[in-house]
């Protein structure tokens, strides 16, 4: 069953929440909503459950229009931040719920909570209050009752953000593997940029009540289409540089204070004079050993150990910095002077007015993706160590 | 410095045995009124009074329950006092608990389904009708009795047990109002949500998922409504005129307008006018906490 | 939120309107009607064996009242009352309070047993008083002339000054408990780390209670002692029930005063003058109470 938002408008009070927000949510795939608090993620899940009201716009489900629907009759199944569990109820009881409000007959009832809490490995805390339970026991049990139902789309608000680090990182595999043994369309909402590159089919990048992008991980990662999405995705962040678009030998240049790139490659897309934004990840910079190959200078202000990596804070002057990864064996040494290179086939570049993308054909928001290939098979690194821990 | 010291040996010790003086002198009428019931008539003037009875008797309670008329020693002759009001003690008791249940079970079931309405939905007035509850909690109750009797009297009703319980409501529901408002605010709505998405509808909401959460505030209100309709003079007074109507509180002031007094009666009487709400308090105490705390704080 | 209206299933509004209905409806005849028609019945002259004489007379049951001595005796000695009683419920009230906030073991039977008070019933109270305080045969005249306290009896209900005393008393024992309750429940929630830092600092027992305890209580004192003083100020049953007003009137406090004027003297109108004048006072207590609690709130405190 796919989901079809069309042209969503919400305000709360005088406050706009989602502006003109149009997207598709493609059938049995596991769709991410991301973006920091108060970007409209949450409000655009809870008007798909049918929790809120849609000021303007149309959602669909399949062809069915379903905004005057309520909750009980759109088939959906959610997951709460805080889980929701019934309290006063058994975990026996809760599984059974939505079964027993349907009117399902008790042994019917009775076996596909079995069924269930066998899947999710919760049967010896059937007789047992959501009180008892450990964080980890009441989702399985948040997820059981969504799997009881066999819903058409399943949501989930936040639903690893109460958990402790260990165990988000086992159940954001856990939460994979049962969206693809669900068979449903999983809309998922987060503001942790990780879970969504990890889980996500397509990640719809929110801001301020605006799709910023909506596309597969590999893409909003490899062709961020604004600033927002460059920024937010990825950890360590990209650097930004602010700089201007010079000519040097006729070839367009990228120039700031402390660093310049050459943009010859893009010489269609820019102009002279274009004041613009470069973006190059840790990962794709490098410490190079003499000044001819390096396109920004400094002095390391800082080296982080990362397990696997090491993350070098160059200062370049007046409080600029560039976070460059390098292994972990390298041997860079605090308050040492060191040159970086960047390629400019890896850099990304941004027009300083609009904060869109200048290289590659990407606008913000496609209208009803979905049926587009998942991006030309360019030069971009293969995902690598970056985002993965 | 050494006060400390001393005090940290001693402390314990003293606020313990301040803590049982206190107690005493707190329980000291109640614990009376039990000694002087369960004494025979001869004992009870004795001198010196004995806190403990010598000879214990069970004649009053016996004459309260059985509605036996009670004689009283005039001049070394027993007299009896006719139609004393202990025949009907315990019609009054009876009277007295049907008011009381019935005023609670009306103003638990309509300050419940009103605050439910008024914490899910959106209409005007709905933070304004909480905070007018509770000006009219504090409005005293002799300003509500004398227009509520004129109603009661063009009803027709005066006299009747039934205008007791709609008095009692006008006085016990803005308090329950108040309290079940706190507390359904403080219910997760998320919950809810949850039901509604399994498929229930709100009544179905409000009867599996509402009711039971609610538990601790209703059992708090309730305990406050019944407390105020059992221990109330004033309405009783007011709106009742034959013995056989009357609430406890107003029948027992009754023995004391009589020319003689019998106190041993009388303190069986208060005895056991005051051991329904003091049982069911002390059962339910726990739950007044986790009800009251949700609640009006500074009620 | 609107539903598909079904047969037997209600739309969502349609369950909030319906759910809103009883109250509204109790508490228009309950609530909303008593307090209007006390206000008008204030204005009209009522005789509840006559209603037919019923007139409308403005302001007079005012000018009655006004002119009355008895009511202004009413009012000065309720002032008293309440004064005294406050005083003494608040002072009684953090005390227990403090001794209440301990860790020993079976303070819960304590906290039980020491809100008792609450819950009886005042006539019961007020018949143990009358028969405690009884001048012949009552307990404590016994134990007060055998300890050597006193020498003569005190006749508790029978002179002006000590019937005043005796309901204070009564006042005191019943209500102190709301005060403990309130206070405790302010102890509780003192950070225990205020004490550690002021123990560290060097603060013996006595400034730590100044400095740490009681501007942790001010404010929750501030808005039970107005609270209490609404309260007092218009309570019936604990003076009427143990003197009945007397001896004569020297007990007589507002509440008093209208119950007299109704149905003794059959003067409803009076009566409900006085309640209206009860109630104007009951307001500038409440602007008072929610300018103090608003200040409480703003402290950081509930």
Redesign the interface.
Known sequence: MDVSLEVINKSFGSVRVLKDVSLKFPSRKFVTLLGPSGCGKTTLLRMIAGLETVDSGIIRFGEKVVNRLAPRDRNIAMVFQSYALYPQMSVGQNLAYGLRVRGTPKEARAAAVERVARILEIEHLLDRRPAQLSGGQRQRVALGRAMVRKPDIFLMDEPLSNLDARLRITMRAELRRFHLDLGATTVYVTHDQLEAMTMSDHVAVMNGGIVQQFGSPAEVYGRPANLFVAGFIGSPPMNLIHGAVELENGAPTFASEHARVSLRHLANRVHAGQRVVLGARPQDLRLVPSAAEGNAHGRVWVVELVGSEKLVDVDLGDKRRLTVQVRADAPVLEDEAVHVGIDPHDVHVFDAETAQRVSGRESAVPPFPGSEPLGRREHFRPIATSWRD | MSWEILWRHTGRGVIFVALCGLTFVVCFPLVWALSTSLKPKSEIFATPPTLVPKAPTFENYAALVTGRPQYFQSGGQQVDTGATPAQFFTRWFLNSLLVTLGSTVISIVVSTLAAYSLTRFRYWGRTFVPYFSLLGYMVPSIIFVFPLFLMMVRLELTDTLLSLVLGYVSITLPFCMWLMWAFMRSIPIEIEEAALVDGATRLQVFRDVVLPTALPGIIAAAIFAMIVSWNDYLFGRVFLNSLDNLTLTVGVMLFFEGTHVDWGLLMAACVLMTVPMASLFMGLQRHLVAGFGAGAVKG | ????FRRF??S??A???L??V???L??LF??V???V??VR?AFFSYN?LR?DLSAFVGLSNFSYIFDDQLFWTSFWQATVWTGFSIVFQTLFGVA?AL??H?A?PGIAI?R???L??Y???????A??????FNPE?G?VN?ALL?SGVISERIYWLSTPEMAMASTIMLNV?KYTPFVVI?VL?RLQSVPLELYDAAKVDGA??IRRFADVTLPQLKE?LI??VV?RT??TF????EIY?LTKGGPGTSTFNL?VY??EQ??ANLK?GV??AT?VI??IM?SVG?VIYLRS?GFAREEGH?
């Not at chain 3, 939120?1 to 598909?4: D, E, K, V």
Request: proline share 7%; net charge neutral.
């Open positions: 939120m609107a539903t598909r299933t209600l969502d509004q369950v909030g309107v759910f809103m009883p109250f509204v109790t508490a309950f609530m009607y008593p307090i028609e006390a019945m509840p209603p227990i001794l209440l301990q020993l304590f039980g047993l020491l008792f008070p819950i009886v019933p005042t006539v019961v109270i018949l143990i008083w009358r028969w405690i045969i307990v016994y055998a024992w309130c429940a013996g027992v929750v808005v039970v609270f609404i309260w218009n309570k019936f049953e029930l509440a209208a119950f109704s149905i409803l009566g409900a309640g009860m109630m009951l409440s609690a509930g």
